[in-house]
């Protein structure tokens, strides 16, 4: 059986209908109060009738329209003659009073049960939006029970985009050092290499050459790196679509890592359809296939295997890279995919690379309308998750 899913209820809606509510039983209390009074005095009234007089009444009263002008002269003499004089006009007025004053308290009571339940809430966020303007990013606002779900939802949203500000904060804060180590260390090594020559120290030949070379390909590569994480940041990342084989692509990715593939004994498996045509920037994609398999052979070459496969899932291209390595800490999932992070055991700096590998990984997906997430999965290894949109055709 098919549950039905719940609209969410608005904020809107929820005032609306506790406002109408108390609008409602004010207007109870008063209008039902007069209504009773009003029935207990006709009903005194009546029974002050002469006997025959009420039989009389109660006959004309079954055919009022053959019997209007009769029945007027008894409402006025026995009922309602005196209804309008000023004491009776009095006593409405003071019983009016008191039902206000009984119905007052409930209006207040229930004005200020409903401002509670929003102001808490609208409080609590207010109180942390006020501490992250001050630049404590690590504010987030508490959820408060029985609150309009628009209000919990907005204190969900806030927390996560708190959450989000903090951790582009940290990012900043640390990859600012890390790009000044980063950027200065190729970059001494290469002066140095080169007042080495030019102080005679190192002879001018084509193997100094190449070693400085080297630390020039290392320090460009690094700042076409970050130029693209600025780029895609920004929004500004270009892409040139064209459609293409996804399988043929991993099958040439992996050509180009087929030396280091082999030497490390890894075992590689291709789960993708043929035909699977694929409508993104070729050239980005590739590169992002690149990372995922570099990050396999610098950090899971134990499990000695790669798994990529792929399928159609809700309109969506799920692309998967499985390994059967370390995978990653619990408590580093969270973390992986920032700019120039690696994890003091399972992501050493001697292993390699810069750090901005998954973080270049995801500026592509997301330049593509896509995600990637990083996963471990059952039984050990790493599985990272690659989600495009609805842009390609089975052939």
Same mark, same amino acid.
């Given at each position: 059986?098919?549950?039905?899913?719940?609209?969410?209820?608005?904020?809107?809606? &929820?005032?609306?209908?506790?406002?109408?509510?108390?609008?409602?039983?004010?207007?109870?209390?008063?209008?039902? +109060?007069?209504?009773?009074?009003?029935?207990? &005095?006709?009903?005194?009234?009546?029974?002050?009738?002469?006997?025959?007089?009420?039989?009389?009444?109660?006959?004309?009263?079954?055919?009022?329209?053959?019997?209007?002008?009769?029945?007027?002269?008894?409402?006025?003499?026995?009922?309602? +003659?005196?209804?309008?004089?000023?004491?009776?006009?009095?006593?409405?007025? *003071?019983?009016?009073?008191?039902?206000?004053?009984?119905?007052?308290?409930?209006?207040?009571?229930?004005?200020?049960?409903?401002? *509670?339940?929003?102001?808490?809430?609208?409080?609590?966020?207010?109180?942390?939006?006020?501490?992250?303007?001050? +630049?404590?990013?690590?504010?987030?606002?508490?959820?408060?029970?029985?609150?309009?779900?628009?209000?919990?939802?907005?204190?969900?949203?806030?927390?996560?985009?708190?959450?989000?500000?903090?951790?582009?904060?940290?990012?900043?804060?640390?990859?600012?050092?890390?790009?000044?180590?980063?950027?200065?260390?190729?970059?001494?090594?290469?002066?140095?290499?080169?007042?080495?020559?030019?102080?005679?120290?190192?002879?001018?030949?084509?193997?100094?050459?190449?070693?400085?070379?080297?630390?020039?390909?290392?320090?460009?590569?690094?700042?076409?790196?970050?130029?693209?994480?600025?780029?895609?940041?920004?929004?500004?990342?270009?892409?040139?679509?064209?459609?293409?084989?996804?399988?043929?692509?991993?099958?040439?990715?992996?050509? &180009?890592?087929?030396?280091?593939?082999?030497? *490390?004994?890894?075992?590689?498996?291709?789960?993708?359809?043929?035909?699977?045509?694929?409508?993104?920037?070729?050239?980005?994609? +590739?590169? *992002?296939?690149?990372?995922?398999?570099?990050?396999?052979?610098?950090?899971?070459?134990?499990?000695?295997?790669?798994?990529?496969?792929?399928?159609?899932?809700?309109?969506?291209?799920?692309?998967?890279?499985?390994?059967?390595?370390?995978?990653?800490?619990?408590?580093?999932?969270?973390?992986?995919?920032?700019?120039? &992070?690696?994890?003091?055991?399972?992501?050493?700096?001697?292993?390699?690379?810069?750090?901005?590998?998954?973080?270049?990984?995801?500026?592509?997906?997301?330049?593509?309308?896509?995600?990637?997430?990083?996963?471990?999965?059952?039984?050990?290894?790493?599985?990272?998750?690659?989600?495009?949109?609805?842009?390609?055709?089975?052939?």
């Amino acid at each position: 059986m098919k549950l039905a899913t719940r609209r969410p209820e608005t904020l809107w809606r &929820w005032i609306s209908v506790r406002m109408i509510a108390l609008a409602v039983i004010a207007l109870a209390v008063v209008g039902g +109060g007069m209504w009773y009074r009003f029935a207990m &005095w006709n009903s005194k009234m009546r029974e002050a009738i002469p006997e025959p007089v009420r039989q009389e009444l109660d006959a004309l009263e079954a055919a009022p329209g053959e019997n209007r002008a009769r029945l007027r002269q008894i409402y006025g003499e026995y009922l309602y +003659g005196d209804y309008f004089a000023p004491e009776m006009v009095r006593e409405d007025m *003071l019983i009016f009073a008191a039902l206000v004053m009984i119905a007052l308290p409930l209006i207040i009571a229930g004005g200020v049960w409903v401002s *509670l339940r929003l102001s808490r809430q609208l409080g609590a966020v207010a109180v942390s939006a006020c501490a992250i303007s001050r +630049g404590d990013f690590s504010s987030r606002a508490s959820l408060v029970a029985h609150t309009p779900p628009a209000l919990q939802n907005l204190t969900i949203n806030f927390n996560h985009m708190a959450e989000r500000l903090q951790r582009y904060d940290r990012e900043q804060q640390e990859s600012s050092a890390v790009i000044a180590h980063e950027l200065r260390t190729p970059l001494t090594a290469a002066i140095g290499r080169l007042q080495g020559i030019l102080d005679g120290v190192f002879p001018t030949e084509p193997a100094q050459l190449e070693v400085l070379m080297r630390q020039l390909r290392q320090l460009n590569r690094l700042t076409e790196d970050l130029h693209l994480l600025s780029m895609a940041n920004a929004g500004q990342l270009d892409l040139s679509l064209n459609e293409f084989t996804l399988s043929a692509l991993c099958k040439e990715r992996l050509a &180009w890592a087929a030396k280091t593939l082999e030497a *490390l004994m890894m075992r590689v498996e291709l789960h993708i359809p043929e035909r699977l045509m694929l409508l993104a920037d070729r050239d980005r994609i +590739g590169q *992002l296939l690149s990372i995922v398999i570099d990050n396999t052979l610098r950090y899971a070459t134990t499990g000695q295997e790669l798994v990529l496969r792929a399928h159609v899932q809700h309109g969506e291209l799920i692309l998967l890279a499985e390994d059967r390595g370390p995978g990653f800490a619990p408590e580093h999932l969270d973390r992986v995919c920032e700019r120039f &992070w690696r994890a003091e055991y399972s992501r050493s700096r001697h292993a390699g690379g810069s750090g901005l590998g998954l973080s270049i990984a995801v500026a592509i997906c997301a330049a593509h309308g896509g995600a990637l997430t990083v996963h471990n999965r059952s039984g050990g290894g790493a599985r990272i998750r690659i989600r495009l949109p609805l842009r390609f055709t089975v052939r």
